[in-house]
């Protein structure tokens, strides 16, 4: 007997994997994993502040993202610092900002949990978030096969890219509010602190099977959906927590798939 | 200079300057590239060279001067020391693609221009460095360019390979009829394939013939240890590239002695 709750857990993990994987991938090429583990971090505080304005709170998750971002332009211009030593900054403090306005919204706000938050609920979306859910996943797919060639072409090198008449700002750009969303919807799967895992691990395992861009997405994809399918399942039968559960079996399929890769 | 001879403009420059955080790279540039002409831009590293190129593309903003490009130039770059991560699966047909769309027949037809069409579906990080350059060269011809920009572009490559790569890159412009701008620091290995040779050394020093410029007191003074053997230059040069040291003194004492351009020192 299986219930509503973990057929919609299913339905809302199977997705956000979609996205995830296939936008991961994009993460790892571009070596962004950091940009992304900041961008989920700040994401607590987007909630925060949506909640507190009565807003939905994928709102607040893009809107932080993009003063992120330019927070982000903004700091390294100046070269002092790299890139790593700011996002650092910028990732901390955004969480310790949000969870100080989260606990002042606390009080007034009755019934909104800060773990589910930090830690993911899949089990209690409803249907009409998923029913968002899917019309986000194939708004964000499309919008990614559009970019598709560009994400590549500057993945390998901006300014060949450019003097092509690629748009870089446009597509970082618009890729950062992509990764937005997909932070802003898997904060109810995994939750801001295991996020950037469901972004770089099925990259990072679909990499040693595939020889073209595009095999490694589809691969990304779908070692996400089976993280998702796995952790759950276990997470039904054996009674642990779900994100995290999603996470270790995400991690489980890397550590098989350095080993198979390692005897060809 | 000569004036135009009915090669139009692609891209000129007028007295460019270029500061960043009080260190002057460039000062007083000014040069022009007309269709059908290569010009190869020489100097010691630390001259300018790179930061000329990515103001000439737009991929930088100068301090001072103008710039000028054809409308709609199409432009076929391959920049400096291009390192494509393993972590990104591409082969050869993959990495042409990032290009634009095209047929494989079209890809192959770029690919034996340049001698590697056997390494279509390779990943280009197997490459060698001679074959990746010359993967290069096939991307940056798939746009039919009005001009091809190449910096650097026998880095990495032994001599013969360098020599087999110049006359590449001669064959594909007589062929395609494109400008080319290329950066080198060895003015021995490009003599045969370039047209007009710019000694750059934050200004221009001098400009020319390539034979003109090899005797030029200008270029001896900064490659003068490297005209003094045949062996190979390159370490030479990683010596002498203290451009102020150099560039100082030379400046204001034989400015008169040039010929052709760099008149705009001042």
Redesign the interface.
Known sequence: MIDDFIINALLAGVALAMVAGPLGCVV??R?MAYFGDTLAHSALLGVALAVSAQLMPILGVVFIGVVLAALLFWLEQRRELSADTILGILSHSALALGLIVFSIIQARVPGIDLMAYLFGDILAVNQTEIVWMYIGTIFILSVFAWLW?AL??I???E??????GVNVSMVRFVFMLLLAMVIAAAIKVVGILLVTALLIIPA?SA?AF????V??VLLSGMMAVAAVVLGLGASFYQDLPAGPAIVVAAALGFFLTRITSARF | MNSDTGNEVLISAENLGYTIRGHQVLDAVSLKLHGGETVTLIGPNGAGKTSLV?IL???KKATLGEIYRKPEIK???V?QK?H??P?????VR??L????RFDNQQLVVVLEEVQMAHLLTS?VQRLSGGEFQRVLLARALL?RPDVL?LDEPAQGIDIIGQQALYRTIKHVRDRHGCGVLMVSHDLHLVMASTDRVICLNTHICCTGHPDDVSAHPEYLKIFGQAMEGLAPYSHHHDHTHDAHGNVIPLAGDSEPGQHEAGSNDR
């Open positions: 790892v090429w070596r060639r590549i072409s993945s390998v090198n300014d060949m890219a450019r003097t092509d990072a990499r595939s020889s073209t861009p095999q490694m | 990515r593309l737009g991929l432009i076929g770059y920049p291009l494509i991560d972590v990104l699966p591409l082969r993959d990495f693609l990032t290009a634009g990943p746009n920009v």
